[in-house]
């Protein structure tokens, strides 16, 4: 009987409506996800071995926006591992976007980076180009390496494994062992 009334009221919007009111009429608001998730992780590997890990408690996805993207409105953790599979960096933040055209992440709210050398990179903003495999921030950053060195800035840029890295509007302490 459902499948019958639904039918009925198809074959009535077709035969009263032009085409181009049909596809408006079908069209999901843009500002509605597409997709919902809770208590996501996801695991990326190659040849067997992971690579990255990702947790988020939320994922929302927005495939019909003028400009895609997912949220993460609850915070993103993402773990990079090495080739014995222990993490060797990573990446946490209380919101995150990934606009899906540009291939541009964005992570906000206290963002707390480590990388292989044991440096801990603190901002309130910091993107990763996936294009340019760029990471980099406009907003005061602090780097801490592992001798308590603090290093501060008010614009950060790096390659993708937080490794080579440079500070604009530089400011620190630095400390030197004496011998």
């Not at 009111?21 to 919902?36: G, H, I, P, R, Y």
């Not at 290093?151 to 490794?163: I, L, V």
Request: glycine residues 6%; proline residues 2%.
């Amino acid at each position: 009987m459902k499948v019958a009334a639904f039918c009925g009221a198809a074959s009535f919007i077709i035969s009263c409506t032009n085409d181009l009111d049909v596809v408006k009429s079908l069209n999901v608001d843009e500002s509605q996800a597409t997709q919902t998730g809770k208590h996501i992780t996801t695991l990326y590997s190659e040849g067997g071995k992971i690579k990255v890990k990702m947790i988020s408690p939320v994922l929302q996805r927005f495939e019909n926006a003028e400009d895609p993207k997912t949220i993460f409105p609850q915070g993103l953790e993402i773990f990079f591992y090495d080739q014995n599979n222990k993490v060797s960096s990573s990446l946490i933040c209380n919101y995150a976007i990934y606009y899906e055209v540009q291939k541009l992440w964005e992570a906000r709210n206290n963002v707390i980076g480590k990388n292989t050398k044991g440096e801990t990179l603190n901002t309130e903003r910091l993107f990763w180009n996936e294009k340019t495999r760029r990471i980099y921030s406009n907003d005061y950053t602090t780097v801490k390496s592992v001798d308590g060195s603090v290093y501060r800035g008010n614009k950060f840029e790096s390659d993708d494994h937080f490794e080579n890295y440079t500070l604009s509007g530089f400011s620190g302490n630095i400390n030197i062992k004496n011998e």
